[in-house]
């Protein structure tokens, strides 16, 4: 009998022991995310891991912190779900490793010359972190800024910033809010509003990195793309627009037909030279019709497909120039050159000191207002 006893007391310790492991065993996202991992303080402002789902099991997840995608599980050909963005694991590394990976981005995404523009007769200078010039509203624009945070369902989160006048230079104080919304067309629909009490210049945009690989350790030159466009603007050695348009025809940037974005790249062109690869605003020809497809990415080994579609005038097109092996994102994998595709949806680059573009100034009492939908397609 006492043996008995004996054996039982130890099997209780055993599972209790076991129930108290699993207890503090992580949920993980199906990313494979640690919630937990981004959960900390920044400059007095808490910040989190948020998670979207749809239907169909897509899944998203976000950090308020900069109100970064950090991942997003899209449907391949084999049935199976793929994490198709870059990012990192946690938010150690977002603090600690300089780039742009899911940010929003703001006040002005893209470059403004030689980082000042004017209004009404008032110059305004701003941060100059490019070559001399301000590129994405400088190192503390949007995409370093924690945004309050209010999940309003299991597919749906807003996310709200207040910036004073003065921020990083521009006028105005700002009231901007991001709701990211999933939908199940497997659509993560991302609208941009903002409000000013003063005239400014705003260009809201994302800054995911596509990889539709299902492995980002991989380069995205296999992967076929469409963009409905027939001029891009023109950059110098510094990246910068001066107002002009090139005709995409007879170059290596007219992807008006689908082909492999990889196929042109050794062509000895100026544009491919200043820009280190393909790094360039494209002039949609949708007409800011949000119903049409203004670009369409396929990997043909997972046939896990990108749809975009957008309110906006320009995409610019970068396919990772920059990355060289140094950064290392989620689950340990070191990011390659070329291992990526952004697809960002704006007003043109340098719009503040070019009037011949269409115009990024928003007045008191307007509503600035953007729509950007990246829509996940599986191609056989």
């Keep these: 009998m006492k043996n008995i006893l004996t054996l039982g007391a130890t099997v209780l310790l055993v599972l209790s022991a076991c129930q108290s492991r699993k207890a ?4 993980l996202t199906k990313s494979g995310l640690n919630p937990a991992n981004f959960e900390t303080v920044v400059d007095g402002d808490s910040v989190a891991l948020y998670t979207l789902t749809n239907a169909n099991g897509m899944e998203v997840c976000v950090t308020n912190f900069g109100g970064r995608i950090v991942s997003i599980m899209a449907p391949a050909k084999d049935g199976k779900m793929y994490d198709v963005v ?36 008032v110059e ?13 509203g400088g190192p503390k624009g949007f995409h370093n800024a924690v945004w309050r945070a209010d999940q309003t369902g299991d597919n749906t989160i807003e996310l709200t910033l207040s910036t ?11 009231e901007a809010k991001v709701v990211y919304a999933l939908d199940d067309e497997n659509a993560l629909h991302i609208d941009y509003t903002a409000t000013t009490d003063k005239k400014t210049v705003l260009n809201l945009t994302n800054h995911s990195y596509f990889n539709l690989n299902g492995d980002c350790s991989k ?5 076929v793309a469409f963009i409905e466009s027939d001029d891009i603007t023109p950059i110098d050695s510094t990246f910068m627009t ?5 005709p995409v025809e007879g170059t290596p940037f007219d992807f008006r037909m689908p082909k492999a974005i990889g196929r042109d790249l050794d062509v000895d062109n100026e544009q491919l030279r200043n820009g280190m690869g393909i790094d360039h605003n494209y002039v949609l020809s949708t007409g800011c019709d949000v119903s ?5 990415v396929v990997c043909p080994e997972t046939g896990i497909g990108l749809e975009v579609y957008t309110t906006e005038p320009g995409l610019q097109v970068y396919i990772g120039n920059f990355l060289d092996g140094s950064v290392v994102g989620k689950k340990g994998v070191a990011y390659p050159k070329r291992g990526a595709i952004c697809l960002e949806t704006q007003h043109f680059p340098n719009s503040p000191n070019r009037p011949e573009y269409p115009s990024c100034v928003v007045e008191p ?5 953007s729509t950007c939908i990246y829509k996940f397609i599986v191609a056989e």
């Design 24 to 27: 503090e065993e992580p949920v």
């Design 86 to 121: 870059l990012g990192h694991d946690s938010i150690a590394d977002y603090l600690n490793i300089d780039g742009n990976f899911g940010a929003i981005i703001g006040r002005y995404g893209n470059r403004i010359e030689n980082g000042k523009f004017s209004l009404d007769g």
């Design 164 to 174: 004073p006048d003065g921020y990083a230079g521009f006028p105005g104080n700002v």
């Design 365 to 369: 009492g307007q509503e600035y207002h």
């Design 292 to 296: 049409k497809v203004a670009a369409r």
């Design 242 to 246: 001066h107002g002009t348009f090139m």
């Design 124 to 136: 305004y200078e701003l941060p100059h972190n490019n070559y001399g010039h301000c590129l994405h």
């Design 219 to 223: 380069t995205v030159l296999n992967h």
